[in-house]
């Protein structure tokens, strides 16, 4: 399973655009994307999926160049409520969670 | 999406006892998996769980300590046997609506203090 590498922390306001980047320098070929959102005392949310170019849906993009070494997930707007960490995963679906990032979103 | 219960939400329990963690799903679904989140870590895939089948765990995780039952598509239960305090976790189970979607809707969690 690839390994995935996040930042640990990311500060940002509200109704700012957050980008988050994920590397991923070992993804297998039939390797997916996946993020995820994970709210104090609650199990992650799915965000988005993918696996290559971009993929949008209403609550965020993810980003995937053409080699997939990285992705990007891209909050537009943040508000407060978007506090969280956020998991980049890759693989299939035996799910390996890394470290995460913790955003914090002030006003 | 789906909508997945646990029970209990949380327990404060003894050394040397065993605690019977339920999960259950609004609809049937083929995968379902079991993780364990320590305080302040990231979540750790403890075994998978398919109707039919054993269970398969993952490298650290015993059968003996973590007995996991999967009775039907929509239920599946996680025991934490011979408890020590090192088994303070939240425990969270998730399933997969569809196969080869590898996406993964999780349960609010079993938050376990041993004491």
């Known amino acids: 399973l690839a390994k995935t590498t996040q930042p640990i922390s990311m500060d940002s306001y509200e109704g700012q655009e957050v980008n988050i980047t994920c590397s991923h320098n070992n993804i297998a070929t039939n390797d997916y994307i996946t993020w995820y959102q994970q709210f104090p005392s609650q199990g992650p949310r799915f965000i988005i999926q993918g696996y290559k170019t971009k993929v949008t849906n209403e609550v965020a993009s993810l980003f995937i160049p053409a080699d997939r070494k990285s992705s990007t997930l891209s909050l537009p707007r943040v508000s407060l409520s978007d506090t969280a960490v956020y998991y980049c995963l890759v693989g299939d679906n035996k799910l390996v969670f890394g470290a995460g990032t913790i955003l914090r979103v002030k006003s | 999406s789906a909508v997945i219960s646990q029970k209990p939400s949380r327990d404060i329990c003894q050394r040397g006892t065993s605690l019977t963690i339920q999960c259950q799903v609004d609809s049937q679904v083929t995968m379902m998996f079991w993780y364990r989140q320590q305080p302040g870590q990231s979540l750790t895939l403890i075994a998978t769980a398919n109707q039919g089948s054993e269970a398969t765990y993952e490298s650290g995780f015993v059968i003996d300590k973590f007995p996991i039952s999967r009775p039907n598509l929509t239920f599946s239960t996680l025991t934490v046997s011979n408890m020590s305090p090192e088994d303070s976790s939240i425990y969270l189970c998730?399933?997969?609506?569809?196969?080869?979607?590898?996406?993964?809707?999780f349960g609010p969690g079993t938050r376990l203090t041993v004491t």
């Open positions: 998730s399933v997969e609506l569809g196969a080869g979607t590898y996406e993964q809707y």
